[in-house]
């Protein structure tokens, strides 16, 4: 088995890594994985940010 992002070859443990929220394997290798992760982690963040954001102008704008 091969790494969908770089064609690398999968080692066992690798090959293994499964993504609990789709129940489906990630076929890919921890460098690529640790890469997505940490892109899917800066748009929870993000999002996160966000909102705490909108929530407190909101609350400014109910003090008004
Ligand atoms: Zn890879």
Known sequence: ???R???D???DYE???KDSRADDYFDLCVQCLTS???A???SELETEYN?????Q???EESED
């Open 51 to 55: 909102v705490l954001k909108n929530y």
């Open 9 to 11: 070859e999968l080692t």
């Open 15 to 17: 090959a293994t890594l």
């Open 36 to 38: 997505t992760r940490q």
């Open 57 to 59: 102008s909101s609350q």
């Open 1 to 3: 088995m091969r790494c």
């Open 40 to 42: 899917v982690f800066d």
């Open 5 to 7: 992002a770089c064609n």
